[in-house]
């Protein structure tokens, strides 16, 4: 799974129809090319990726400013909704996806209905659990990890990220229970955190 496709899906979606340099500059806006290098050419190579799997549609419509050939344009088809939808939700429910893609998962959590969302982030959570769980159940009690060496270290590092991200998880789920953003189907008069 790639945090550029999931990216490129959802800034073509949020545009309804997009040209490659509209996702490219929406994606830099989001600073995504720090942190999911979205850089030109992995988005044209996404952009062109997808539209050969069904999942966008190309439309030679935009002139040209400087006198070329006319911008292609893309639009997410049926397939690709479906597809976009589902990297969502998988990032988000992934007990260990990578930084980048469970960042552009977070960043286009409002595109799923609150309900969903905080559903999808439950289960993250129950997943953070069962994971610092199996972490542990195989420890002595009592165990002193900085007895261990490295091997105590390392089960620490393990420890460390299953709570912090239980932690981040927790708070976000917090966060959309007392209704921050605006998500999918609602109205913005419904969210106290609206602009």
Same mark, same amino acid.
């Given at each position: 799974?790639?945090?550029?496709?999931?990216?490129?899906?959802?800034?073509?979606?949020?545009?309804?129809?997009?040209?490659?340099?509209?996702?490219?500059? +929406?994606?830099?806006? $989001?600073?995504?090319?720090? $942190? &999911?290098?979205?850089?030109?050419?992995?988005?044209?190579?996404?952009?062109?990726?997808?539209?050969?799997?069904?999942?966008?549609?190309?439309?030679?419509?935009?002139?040209?400013? /400087?006198?070329?050939?006319?911008?292609?344009?893309?639009?997410?088809? +049926?397939?690709?909704?479906?597809?976009?939808?589902?990297? =969502?939700?998988? &990032?988000?429910?992934?007990?260990?996806?990578?930084?980048?893609?469970?960042?552009?998962?977070?960043? =286009?959590?409002?595109? =799923?209905?609150?309900?969903? /969302?905080?559903?999808?982030?439950?289960?993250?959570?129950?997943?953070?659990?069962? $994971?610092? /769980?199996?972490?542990?159940?195989? =420890?002595?009690?009592? /165990?002193?990890?900085?007895?261990?060496?490295?091997?105590?270290?390392?089960?620490?590092? $393990?420890?460390?990220?299953?709570?912090?991200?239980? +932690?981040?998880?927790?708070?976000?789920?917090?966060?959309?229970?007392?209704?921050?953003?605006?998500?999918?189907?609602?109205?913005?008069?419904?969210?106290?955190?609206?602009?």
């Amino acid at each position: 799974m790639s945090a550029v496709r999931l990216l490129v899906l959802g800034a073509v979606r949020r545009r309804g129809q997009a040209h490659g340099y509209q996702v490219l500059a +929406d994606l830099e806006a $989001w600073g995504a090319h720090e $942190w &999911a290098r979205a850089t030109s050419g992995s988005v044209y190579h996404a952009l062109k990726a997808m539209t050969g799997q069904g999942l966008l549609v190309m439309h030679d419509t935009t002139p040209s400013t /400087a006198g070329g050939p006319p911008r292609m344009e893309y639009t997410v088809t +049926d397939a690709g909704e479906q597809a976009y939808l589902d990297l =969502l939700r998988t &990032a988000l429910t992934n007990r260990d996806p990578r930084l980048d893609l469970l960042a552009a998962a977070v960043g =286009l959590i409002e595109d =799923l209905p609150r309900a969903e /969302a905080i559903a999808l982030l439950r289960q993250r959570l129950q997943t953070m659990n069962e $994971w610092r /769980a199996s972490i542990t159940a195989h =420890l002595p009690p009592g /165990a002193d990890l900085d007895t261990w060496g490295p091997v105590g270290d390392v089960i620490g590092l $393990w420890l460390h990220t299953a709570d912090t991200r239980r +932690d981040w998880t927790s708070r976000l789920l917090h966060r959309l229970e007392q209704g921050a953003y605006r998500m999918a189907g609602e109205d913005r008069a419904q969210t106290p955190e609206s602009p």
